[in-house]
């Protein structure tokens, strides 16, 4: 048994903060042969909102080593990174919408849990004069009703008419009962998704997400558009 020491680091270059611990040991569940555990992970970071038309995303991936793994700061057309939740709109001169997304995938690429944001507001004489924000959450089920389940969801925006600056938090707490664990005490992703906008119709998305136990190949997906 490998015994993890806890560890800081921060990726400036692409605001991403990490923090590890716990043992890496296997989890006791159905199925489950020699895959390294890394213990509890907690990961956060932010991403600029790009120009109406682009989506900016990143994967974060959890190494051999158990430590982040962070890759590039993508910038693509909305067109071609469609993800699930309400569709794209363009901005228009005083009004815009924006969507973030924030998805935990195991190591074959299937997506455990994620939370969604959007957020539609407009301005005029440098105030926002609306602005309407919501979030969605969705997770994996397994075929005999197991798997993934939706624990917790919080929603909440601090202005809606005549702000300076508009702040929508949304968060999602999911527990896993399943093939890979059937206690149900050893998976627990939380994630936490941040948005700011600015009467200038900018806009910043930070993103959290706290894991109970994570696994080598588990990566992290997020973005906002």
Do not use: I
């Given at each position: 048994m490998r015994y993890m020491r806890f560890a800081s680091a921060t990726l400036?270059?692409?605001?991403?903060?990490?923090?590890?611990?716990?043992?890496?040991t296997a989890a006791p569940?159905?199925?489950?042969?020699?895959?390294?555990?890394?213990?509890?992970v907690k990961l956060s970071g932010a991403l600029p909102v790009p120009p109406a038309g682009m989506s900016?995303?990143?994967?974060v991936t959890i190494g051999e080593d158990c430590e982040?793994?962070?890759g590039p700061v993508r910038y693509v057309p909305v067109s071609a990174a469609a993800k699930s939740g309400a569709p794209a709109v363009a901005a228009a001169s005083t009004s815009r919408r924006i969507r973030s997304w924030n998805e935990m995938y195991d190591c074959c690429n299937i997506r455990?849990?994620?939370?969604?944001?959007?957020?539609?507001?407009?301005?005029?004489?440098?105030r926002i004069s609306k602005a309407t924000t919501t979030a969605t959450q969705q997770w994996n089920r397994e075929p005999w009703d197991a798997g993934w389940s939706l624990?917790?969801?919080a929603d909440k925006q601090d202005c809606a008419t005549g702000c300076s600056?508009?702040?929508?938090?949304?968060?999602?707490?999911?527990?896993?009962?399943?093939?890979?664990?059937?206690?149900?005490?050893?998976?627990?992703?939380?994630?936490?998704?941040?948005?700011?906008?600015?009467?200038d119709a900018t806009a910043?998305?930070?993103?959290?997400?706290?894991?109970?136990?994570?696994?080598?190949?588990?990566?992290?997906?997020?973005?906002?558009?």
């Open positions: 400036a270059a692409v605001g991403l903060v990490s923090v590890l611990g716990g043992t890496a569940a159905t199925g489950q042969d020699t895959a390294q555990s890394c213990g509890t900016v995303q990143q994967t982040p793994q962070a455990m849990t994620g939370l969604y944001t959007t957020a539609d507001w407009s301005a005029a004489d440098g624990k917790s969801a600056v508009v702040n929508h938090e949304a968060a999602a707490d999911f527990t896993y009962k399943g093939v890979f664990d059937p206690t149900g005490d050893w998976y627990a992703n939380a994630h936490r998704s941040q948005v700011k906008l600015a009467a910043t998305c930070t993103f959290d997400v706290e894991l109970k136990h994570t696994f080598v190949g588990w990566n992290w997906q997020r973005g906002c558009e």
